[in-house]
């Protein structure tokens, strides 16, 4: 068993931001192998925050009709609910990062109008 959602999310991640190294990277695509198709393959491949969260939103949903599709005493229910649960807390970790990135781009047009005001360019 394994939590693909949160692996190809990690790897989204580390397309969007930059960071991560190889032997992170290769870890986090062997986990996956043999299980990169649908939102799994758009979140291993997102580009943009925008991607991440369409594509998180999708495995949300995959993950929330597989629990709703087992029988309570498939010794997987707990485990798979588990996954749900982590996923949900990914998708709120996405959104608080969407809005500190929001807050930094605002707070950085802010700072560039302050300096304007500060030191008046004349023309």
């Known amino acids: 068993m394994s939590c693909h959602e949160i692996e190809a999310l990690r790897l989204g991640l580390m397309n969007v931001l930059g960071v991560g190294d190889q032997s992170t990277r290769e870890h986090a695509e062997n986990e996956l192998e043999g299980h990169v198709e649908g939102p799994i393959e758009g979140l291993v ?11 998180l939103d999708a495995a949300l949903v ?47 047009g802010e700072a560039h109008d302050t300096l304007h005001e500060t030191f008046p360019v004349e023309e």
């Not at 491949?45 to 594509?55: F, G, K, V």
């Not at 995959?62 to 798979?80: F, K, N, Q, R």
């Open 45 to 55: 491949e997102a580009e943009s925050l925008t991607e991440i969260e369409r594509h």
């Open 62 to 108: 995959d993950l929330e009709e597989e629990v709703a599709g087992m029988d309570t005493d498939d010794p997987e229910h707990d485990y798979t609910r588990g996954r749900l649960l982590e996923v949900r807390n990914a998708e709120r970790a996405i959104a608080r990062l969407r809005v500190q990135g929001e807050s930094i781009v605002d707070g950085l």
